[in-house]
């Protein structure tokens, strides 16, 4: 979230798409119901009537995979009537900026497309240069190839009945939608945008998000309270997880994987650290080299040396795609033979799960540690599966809960908030902190006595979080996070001090300021408001970065520091003297010496995002099955997904599979189900497997509500109870009526509720960017249960 | 101490169903044995309120012509201001269908109870269900053990939304009419039920988004069985102490008689 849960309740008006924040997220509801008492619209954009569109004062349907056509729609239809907040797209965003001559799109590709890679080659992509090296700017958003022009030009397709005709919404809805929500480009109002894996759970669902991001540009929303764009995160503390990066791609803080091409350390910040001309942006990822070396030595100590790249050669650097698909088919054909899964559960969470159940069979060995036996634990005494013909070693380590150890949790809004143990676990489970610590420290001792080739990165690492087999101190781990001036010993008041000359250290410069000598921010429980008195609560708890409440939160000022919308001001200028007043602000610097959006090399938020692997501009693509032809180009499909073609990987057509199928969550049961199939209370609410579908496909396939149905895609089929519902509706589709069931894809074989897994039907794709499977779009097919 | 109350505001409400798991974690409730949830309709589980289920939250889905509506009531003891199941109640002197003299709410004291089920026949909501197996009538208890200690009901305390509030009860109506009035802004038609209801009113004040032929099993014009006097006065005989459930049975079978017989009179 740019933004955090409860300034919610400071928006005009909440757009929920992508996301059943009701169902999936309840207390977000606590301040979308705030706002609505103060006035606030709501609107739903999702393919089903959920709990969440219940409570809409404006239910939007679209098709599943169709969120850029209707969000494009919506910006185009801003941009050609005028609603857009000018001040803020020329002042803080790069609608200003020419972008090169030669940059294109024809037919559904942007230029410098390589089909054979499947790839952009970016050289189009890129700002006009003047010869100074700075960009050249239009601040009268007139020049041809000016950003502004240019997104005006390729959204200028998305017309109404265009839009109407991909997604199957009215085009009165859509319009309502753009009027609605386009009326928050009023300089004093504010929107909100919360999103989830209804948006991320594509093959475009980077861009899906993206076009949410750009309609609030367009609005002026992104900076301001009530605004922003909200990723409503799937788990209690992802947010810390990713911020941690427990990802293959970065490193903790977002700091980039070091990649093969990346031999030297030198080579890997030249790499990393972006350079930019204009001296008004603040381009703060230049502080990398700092960020960097201050986290070698939280990892290694005293062993990282100026003479050793500060033990740059203890990371390890990757050449290729390490992300859950990736890995599933590497399991599969054989690559990978060792598997640790921590409070995972693939065997019912996987995409296309028959296919990764039968790679968890190819390995030598498999860890789980887990509240419960889950379905990944007991994969080798699943139903149909012969526990004599599986050779894989099965470690079960009971875990503890999050009640049941100490530590920080992140949520959603960035706050990292401190918890006690509340009961001591049963039995012999025990934290995660203490199944790592016990690892660590016999992995230590094993390449002590056989060191091998290169025993540095083990042996060396600096490990201290209490000895032998005692519970680890979690304030040791959260002191190294937020990191030591090492010369005096004492702890880090902020990452402005950070070094790269080996001198600090810091795990996770982001969170550099959360436990300083003032003691343990995250514990803080002052429920004291700021001055601005919109929900802040900056005693309560500790967010990043500095404890900034509401991130790029001097966009909601004026150049002179005024703020946009003084009845909910964020920050705003009170002189040369007192500076800034309100939430911490995005750069002490006074108005207008430096660009807002200081996280981007030049300064301003990108409505043109060439960082993207398949395109700066968001274009509408099919996903991976699809019952229609792409009526905005012959690119079918996003033209930078990769394609796996493996053993289990088929793709169904519409001609065999002629429904469109989604999954999804039910407030009642949680993820793959381990902490809530096995709760007899939750299990007492939703006790069986179901699918949900329109009285229309039920009449035609001459199924009732509560029969047992059977859903088929190309990987596979299971056996569900049927809801029917009007709560589903057909899709009309240039013309055509397009019927989508949904299943929810909790259920699996353990646990006192069982169920068919709804991931036996999902396919193995994943986001063109991101590798996210694509989890919310599939063909299938559904006939009634015979005998 | 002035009356409390639960404001019920259910154009608030998610169906996050928070509450139902609630009360049966507070009042230490098993749970049910459910199947796939049909019978009932919408995510409805399990299919009534029961001797482990005080809570219930009901699903109602209505497809007009233009527009889907699916909306939610949570279903439980009204908790009457002048509660007619303690009067029928024939357990004497002392009631086992309680009024907390504290608290004022009322609630099944298992001790006493002889599962008669003169409490359920003359609920005007018919709330009440006899445990036949312990023979004892079951019913949401206002949490009264929760409000001794100054500690608001466990659905209220778990509802994340404000759509369950606890409160006294003029302040709790204040906030009926304030909900009321921001639904009637927008072009919808709420329903205030329990603030003048039996004439006295209940201490659950449902603010209902939608008329009340939206909520088919939601009593439209509740009232106390005029034979409740009836009741009351050919039990005399029998004494408080002797009281058992077959003897209550007995009157209460007596009391239908006349009934019907008044019925085929008028």
Not at chain 2, 186 to 201: F, M, N, Q, S
Request: proline share 6%.
């Amino acid at each position: 979230m740019t933004n955090h849960w409860i300034d919610i309740k400071n928006a005009d008006c909440i757009m929920i798409i992508g996301s059943n924040a009701a169902e999936n997220h309840p207390i977000s509801f606590r301040w979308v119901s705030k706002a609505m008492e103060n006035g606030a619209k709501l609107i739903s954009v999702d393919p089903r009537f959920t709990r969440t569109s219940a409570r809409a004062d404006l239910y939007v349907p679209i098709r599943s995979g169709s969120d850029i056509a209707f969000v494009n729609g919506v910006m185009s239809y801003i941009l050609e009537n005028n609603l857009y907040n000018r001040e803020y797209l020329v002042d803080h965003t790069n609608a200003t900026y020419l972008v090169d001559p030669n940059f294109g799109f024809t037919d559904g590709l942007f230029t410098g497309y390589d089909a054979a890679k499947r790839m952009y080659a970016k050289d189009t992509w890129q700002y006009q240069l003047d010869e100074n090296g700075m960009v050249m700017r239009d601040p009268t958003l007139q020049d041809p190839n000016c950003v502004f022009q240019l997104l005006k030009k390729h959204l200028s397709r998305y017309n109404l009945e265009k839009v109407a005709s991909i997604t199957g919404c009215p085009s009165e809805a859509i319009l309502e939608v753009a009027k609605t929500y386009g009326a928050t480009g009023a300089k004093d109002k504010s929107g909100t945008i919360l999103y989830a894996m209804g948006a991320t759970q594509h093959t475009v669902g980077t861009q899906n998000v993206r076009t949410y991001a750009m309609l609030q540009l367009l609005l002026g929303n992104v900076g301001v309270a009530g605004g922003g764009i909200n990723a409503l995160r799937g788990e209690s503390n992802v947010q810390g997880s990713t911020d941690h990066a427990i990802l293959f791609h970065i490193l903790p803080g977002y700091l980039k994987t070091p990649r093969v091409e990346n031999q030297t350390l030198a080579e890997y910040l030249e790499a990393a650290t972006p350079k930019w001309n204009d001296p008004k942006s603040a381009n703060w990822w230049q502080n990398t080299p700092k960020y960097t070396v201050s986290l070698l030595k939280a990892f290694w100590g005293d062993s990282a040396t100026k003479d050793n790249e500060f033990a740059f050669q203890y990371l390890p650097k990757v050449s290729g795609n390490y992300s859950h698909i990736s890995m599933f088919e590497a399991m599969y054909d054989g690559a990978i033979k060792g598997l640790i899964c921590m409070g995972q559960n693939p065997a019912v969470g996987g995409p296309n799960v028959e296919k990764e159940r039968k790679a968890l069979h190819k390995l030598s060995w498999l860890v789980a540690a887990d509240l419960w036996e889950t379905e990944t634990a007991a994969f080798w005494n699943a139903p149909g599966v012969d526990p004599k013909s599986i050779a894989t070693e099965v470690f079960m380590l009971p875990a503890a809960a999050s009640m049941e150890k100490e530590g920080s949790i992140t949520n959603s809004g960035r706050w990292s908030q401190w918890r006690y143990a509340a009961v001591h676990p049963p039995g012999d489970a025990k934290s995660d902190l203490w199944i790592l610590d016990q690892i660590q420290k016999e992995l230590k001792k094993l390449y002590q006595a056989d060191p091998g080739p290169f025993p540095d990165p083990i042996v060396r690492l600096n490990w201290n979080y209490g000895p032998g087999a005692e519970e680890p101190d979690a304030h040791a781990v959260a002191k190294e996070i937020n990191g030591y001036d090492l010369a005096t010993g004492k702890l880090m008041a902020s990452f402005a001090g950070l070094k790269d000359d080996g001198t600090t250290s810091s795990g996770n410069w982001l969170y550099c300021a959360s436990y300083t000598e003032g003691g343990n921010m995250a514990a803080r429980r002052d429920p004291t408001d700021a001055a601005n008195n919109i929900g802040l609560y900056p005693k309560w708890s500790w967010c990043w970065p500095v404890n900034r409440r509401i991130i790029y939160n001097r966009a909601s000022c004026d150049l002179q520091g005024n703020p946009y919308a003084p009845n909910k001001w964020v920050v705003k200028w009170t002189g040369p003297e007192t500076k800034w007043a309100g939430d911490v602000p995005d750069g002490g610097w006074p108005p207008g010496e430096k660009y807002s959006f200081i996280m981007k090399p030049e300064g301003h938020a990108r409505l043109f995002g060439f960082g993207l692997a398949d395109g700066p501009f968001p274009e509408h693509y099919e996903p991976l099955e699809t019952p229609v032809k792409n009526a905005m180009s012959s690119q079918q499909l996003d033209p930078a997904v990769k394609i796996w073609s493996g053993e289990m990987d088929d793709v169904g057509t519409v001609d065999k599979y002629p429904v469109i199928a989604t999954t999804y969550r039910v407030t009642e049961m949680w993820q793959a189900g381990q902490m809530t199939r096995n709760n007899a209370w939750l299990v007492e609410l939703m006790p069986d497997m179901f699918v949900e579908m329109s009285k229309t496909l039920a009449q035609a396939r001459g199924i009732q509500h509560g029969d047992k149905v059977r859903v088929k895609t190309a990987r596979g089929e299971i056996t569900a109870f049927a809801v029917v519902t009007a709560r589903f509706k057909p899709f009309k589709l240039n013309g055509k009526s397009y019927e989508q069931i949904g299943l929810p894809w909790h259920y699996g074989y353990k646990g006192l509720a069982t169920g068919a897994s709804a991931n036996s039907l999902t396919p193995h794709v994943g986001d063109a960017n991101t590798m996210i499977p694509e989890y919310k779009a599939f063909l299938c097919d559904v006939v009634k249960e015979v005998g | 101490m002035a009356e409390k109350a639960m404001l019920l505001d259910m154009e608030k409400c998610m169906a996050c169903r928070g509450c139902q798991v609630a009360c049966k974690a507070w009042n230490e409730l098993p749970a049910e044995k459910t199947t796939f949830f049909a019978v009932a309709g919408g995510y409805q589980n399990p299919i009534g309120l029961s001797p482990s289920t005080f809570t219930l939250l009901k699903f109602y889905e209505v497809d007009e012509r233009d527009k889907v509506r699916w909306l939610f009531r949570v279903q439980r003891c009204m908790q009457c201001v002048d509660p007619a199941c303690v009067k029928a109640c024939p357990v004497e002197p002392v009631k086992a269908m309680t009024r907390d003299e504290k608290t004022g709410a009322v609630y099944v004291n298992r001790e006493l109870c002889i599962g008669c089920g003169a409490c359920r026949d003359y609920c005007p909501f018919t709330v009440p269900v006899i445990d036949t197996e312990a023979s004892k009538s079951t019913k949401c208890t206002f949490c009264f053990d929760r409000l001794a200690e100054g500690i608001q009901p466990a659905c209220a305390k778990a509802c994340p939304t404000g759509c369950l509030t606890f409160g006294e009860r003029p302040q709790i109506l204040e906030m009926a009419h304030q909900a009321k009035a921001r639904l009637e802004k927008k072009g919808r038609r709420p329903v205030i039920y329990g603030e003048t209801e039996l004439g006295t009113g209940t201490k659950k004040i449902y603010v209902l988004p939608e008329p009340l032929d939206y909520y088919p099993d939601v009593v439209k014009n509740p009232k106390v069985s005029e034979s409740l006097g009836l009741f009351r006065e050919l039990l005399k005989p029998f004494g408080g102490l002797a009281l058992t459930a077959a003897v209550v049975g007995m009157v209460l079978g007596k009391v239908k008689e006349v009934k019907e017989k008044d019925q085929v009179k008028s």
